[in-house]
């Protein structure tokens, strides 16, 4: 898997509060805006989803994907990897949440290989928007 892009940002709510809404799949897109369908596959022993099904449109960039997701058990990170897509080869990425006095900071890692051959100059700028995007949806998501 190539290098990952990292990017993050303090939110105004405490771990649990962010935890809860990255792990509501179901409501995805209610909030993440280029997320038109998540659906729970599979869910693990700690009762958090262990597999979800992703449908995709942002803009000439569409799929159908799913990820593995391995949950920390001190409910402070999440990681995932895609084990089937349509236009992505792989998919790495993590949440990691650090209180911060009464707010967190979530850092966000993503490496993204496609079907199709991009230039990592590229690659590493529409990771930075996917994040950028994502981070910025969370925020409000959970500040709201």
Not at 9 to 33: Q, S
Request: hydrophobic share 45%.
């Amino acid at each position: 898997m190539a290098d990952s892009t990292t990017q993050s940002l303090t939110i105004d709510a405490a771990p649990e509060r962010i935890m809860a809404v990255i792990a509501d799949f179901p409501a995805y897109p209610e909030w993440a805006g280029a997320v038109h369908s998540a659906e729970v596959l599979a869910v693990g022993e700690n009762g958090l989803a262990s597999e979800v099904a992703f449908g995709l449109d942002a803009g000439v960039f569409k799929d159908a994907y799913t990820l593995s997701y391995d949950w920390a058990p001190d409910g402070l990170s999440v990681s995932w990897r895609l084990t089937k897509g349509q236009i992505q080869k792989a998919q790495q990425g993590s949440y990691v949440l650090e209180p911060v006095g009464g707010s967190t900071t979530v850092t966000y890692s993503l490496s993204v290989e496609l079907n199709i051959p991009m230039i990592g100059m590229l690659r590493r700028k529409a990771e930075k928007i996917i994040i950028d995007t994502a981070l910025r949806e969370l925020k409000r998501r959970v500040e709201q």
